[in-house]
């Protein structure tokens, strides 16, 4: 008995292969590109994603004989995205992505309409599925007229997979058509996005069964069981489950193209007049909250890019001793911002910069204003009571230790490394796909990992970092008055 957990990102996808305990047993992963045909906008072709998928499942299929025995299916998959469908199931125009800002106008157009907000539990943003589809309306009429469904990318797989158009309810949270307190689509809130119920997927829980792998699927394959695909979940609530963060208390910071600071929550606790997310988890009647910045390693990639060096040569040359905040102040707002500042607009700066400034005097900048950044989230949400007294850290940038001991001072808060490789959204969607099947408790299945290492905040840096803290969010304001 297997279970296959498909973590569907922003620059790739991942499949992972657990064993009936939930251990891996195999991974595979493809890579695809994004396109931006003009400023701002953010695209994907779905096409890509059905390639990837089969790519890696016929890896996994030679590579692993314990495949034939597949049992049940998990999809995680980037939030937001609008993959808009005709009557005959075919996509009419790439995905529009979720760092995409196109639609600012139209978000704050329906995030100022009556009862939205409320209904939601959420700021309307720019980078939410609701926007875009009224971005599409008035901009692209023809296209418009033709949408049968809207799904969302982790939805659209679970399409491909089942020839069924279902959703989870983690996933659909951020679309600002969900009643996220109710678990269900809101009759006002498509209303004045100008849809309609019928266009929307079904919703189930992710953890529960959405329906079955198509006969097609099975035989290409080379199954010959039934498979059970689960109702899967948004990539943050997926990797929640991958590291058993269910209850209040219980949290992780991910440092990956954005940066996430998330809090499991005991009950619905919306803070719709604040820039903190409130979504369903994975689950049902659990919630959790967390706060987005839009580019963290996006932010250490593009300066890679303007130095001619990768990422990991920049972070190697910093060392592993945490230094005193830098001469170089970096606002990381490459996509503009969502948490605390909720402004799509917004443009990133270097300030600090003499003649001696060195491309490590920029490094140390770029991994301060990520920080700093990060830090706005963790006070947004500990404003709303929060509880974090420590977190898992996970992500591409978890790789460098300077990063972790900074973050983790700025913080003031703890940081644990999960001694597994495997950890994240794919193991949360296998977990899913699992319990979907088995229908085992949830608590024999989304446990924490073993913990390797914890890194803890500097004692001599803080009171200094704290100070270049209050000078980054002062700068906030500073810089938009002249933008």
Request: proline share 6%.
């Amino acid at each position: 008995m297997s279970f296959l957990g498909i973590d569907l990102g922003t620059s790739g996808l991942r499949a992972l292969l657990v064993d009936a305990d939930g251990r891996p047993i195999g991974a595979s992963e493809r890579h695809y590109s994004v396109s931006h045909p003009n400023p701002g906008w953010s695209e994907q072709d779905p096409a890509d994603w059905i390639n990837a998928l089969e790519e890696a499942v016929a890896e996994l299929r030679t590579t692993y004989p314990e495949f034939s025995g597949l049992n049940g299916i998990g999809v995680a998959g980037h939030m937001h995205g609008a993959t808009l469908l005709d009557a005959a199931g075919d996509v009419l125009r790439p995905c529009i992505l979720w760092n995409d800002a196109r639609s600012y106008v139209q978000a704050s157009r329906l995030d100022a309409m009556d009862q939205v907000r409320a209904l939601s539990g959420n700021i309307v943003f720019p980078g939410f599925t609701a926007p875009k589809l009224e971005w599409v309306r008035e901009n692209e009429p023809e296209i418009f007229s033709k949408v049968h469904k809207v799904l969302l990318p982790a939805a659209y797989l679970n399409y491909y997979l089942t020839g069924d158009f279902v959703a989870d309810m983690s996933d659909s949270a951020g679309t600002s058509w969900l009643n996220v307190g109710k678990r269900d689509w809101s009759d006002h809130l498509l209303d004045v996005g100008h849809m309609r119920r019928d266009q929307m997927p079904r919703l189930v829980e992710g953890a529960e069964a959405a329906a079955d792998l198509r006969p097609a699927l099975r035989s290409g394959w080379g199954l010959s069981g039934k498979v059970i695909v689960a109702g899967g979940a948004g990539d943050n609530a997926a990797a929640a489950c991958g590291m058993g963060a269910l209850d209040g208390g219980q949290g992780f910071v991910s440092v990956g193209t954005s940066g996430v600071i998330l809090a499991a929550r005991d009950g619905y606790r919306p803070a719709p007049e604040t820039a903190v997310h409130t979504f369903c988890h994975a689950v049902p009647g659990r919630w959790y909250q967390m706060g987005v910045m839009l580019s963290a390693t996006d932010s250490l990639n593009w300066l890679a890019r303007i130095v001619g060096k990768s990422p990991s040569e920049l972070t190697a040359a910093m060392g592993d001793t945490l230094q005193g905040p830098g001469s170089v102040r970096f606002l990381p707002y490459l996509s503009g911002e969502r948490t605390p500042h909720n402004d799509s607009e917004i443009q990133g700066s270097i300030t600090g910069v003499f003649t001696d400034t060195s491309v490590e005097d920029l490094t140390r900048g770029v991994l301060e204003g990520v920080a700093f950044a990060l830090r706005d989230c963790f006070d947004a949400l500990t404003a709303q009571d929060a509880k974090m007294d420590q977190l898992i850290a996970i992500g591409g940038g978890t790789k460098s230790r300077y990063w972790l001991r900074l973050i983790s001072t700025v913080l003031n808060v703890p940081l644990q490394l999960p001694k597994s490789g495997e950890f994240g959204a794919a193991l949360g969607a296998a977990r899913l796909g699992m319990s979907a099947s088995t229908r085992a408790p949830m608590d024999s299945i989304i446990t924490p990992p073993s913990i390797c290492e914890t890194i803890d905040p500097d004692p001599t840096l803080l009171e200094t970092f704290g100070e270049a803290h209050r000078a980054f969010a002062a700068a906030y304001p500073a810089i938009k008055r002249i933008q």
